[in-house]
């Protein structure tokens, strides 16, 4: 048996992401897309206190807009719980407490890093000890951006994006992130891409070598060189206020910025904490909300 199984309750906390790089190739039968990508767990973090339960229920909280947010069976923590409690023929249930601080709706992954961190509080609370690589595994079959939770770091995702390779990244590299309150729906955006390029061949989608050598150099310049993400121009075109967003932040001493995952948050990137707490305050200065983060962080872990 496990050490932590007799614990009255096990806390998790898990990492929200910021795509650094993301190329969309074809589209599979099953609606998904072919992706390469390079993720960066940043410091913006979703916490889950799980405690032993009869069945499987779940509180939500936190200091972003909670809009959105399932509170029932379809919540993806809970179905996370449930698929580990299946694969391991565990029993009981759990009471799943969720704080969140990774914006709703936002492409920052952050109700993948809920299901990840429930993956990891349960399997420690149940003692079922299935371990990172097996949660991983477990992770891919609730979404996408799940494993990568789990993880951490820095890695390549290709695949569906759950295929992961760690990326060496030397240093940490400062972001400031600017949620938006209206939310936007992850397949419309892709749907939009897809609308776009109608019958037009679809290229194999590469990580390309300069964003690796970026992320290994530790330069938040050469990394601003090299951001990139093929669901900002199909995010803009249903969203064309996050332009201004863009434009402002970048007049105003960001090195690059870019729409997050399939959006609506913005990551502007930064050359220090400095930069980056001065240009929270303008953006603040403007009306836009804007937290200073940074990354790589570790995957879903006990805390
Ligand atoms: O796996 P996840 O639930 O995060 O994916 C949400 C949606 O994003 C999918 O239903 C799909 O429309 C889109 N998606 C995709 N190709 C991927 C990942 C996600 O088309 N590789």
Not at 164 to 192: C, I, K, Q
């Amino acid at each position: 048996m496990s050490l932590v199984a007799d614990l009255p309750g096990v806390r998790v906390r898990a990492p929200g992401k910021i795509n650094v790089f993301l190329a969309v190739g074809g589209r599979h039968d099953d609606g998904y897309h072919e992706l390469a990508t390079a993720f960066q767990a940043v410091s913006l973090y979703e916490d889950v206190y799980a405690t032993h339960a009869d069945d499987f229920t779940i509180t939500v909280t936190g200091t972003v807009d909670l809009t959105g947010v399932p509170q029932d069976d379809s919540n993806l923590a809970l179905k996370a719980a449930r698929l580990l409690a299946a694969e391991t023929g565990y029993r009981g249930g759990v009471h799943l407490d969720i704080r969140k601080e990774v914006p709703v709706a936002g492409g920052m992954g952050g109700g993948s890093a809920d299901a990840a961190a429930a993956l990891v509080a349960c399997d420690a609370l149940w003692g079922t000890g299935l371990g990172s690589a097996q949660l991983q595994a477990l992770g891919a079959r609730l979404g996408a951006d799940v494993p990568f939770s789990v993880m951490g770091g820095t890695a390549i995702g290709t695949g569906r994006g759950d295929a992961l390779n760690p990326a060496l990244a030397r240093g940490r590299f400062h972001w400031v992130v600017v949620p938006n309150a209206d939310g936007m729906s992850t397949p419309r955006t892709y749907a939009e891409l897809d609308e776009a390029r109608g019958d037009a061949e679809v290229p194999d989608p590469a990580v390309p070598v300069e964003v690796l050598q970026a992320l290994r150099s530790g330069d938040a310049r050469q990394l601003a060189e090299a951001l990139h993400n093929d669901l900002q121009a199909p995010a803009l075109r249903l969203r064309p206020d996050l332009r201004e967003i863009l434009e402002l932040g970048e007049a105003q001493g960001a090195l690059a910025g870019i729409v997050s995952g399939s959006g609506p948050t913005i990551a502007f990137l930064v050359e220090n904490r400095a930069d980056g707490t001065a240009l929270e305050s303008r953006m603040a200065m403007a009306g836009y909300d804007a937290v200073c983060v940074y990354g790589p962080v570790h995957g879903a872990r006990l805390v």
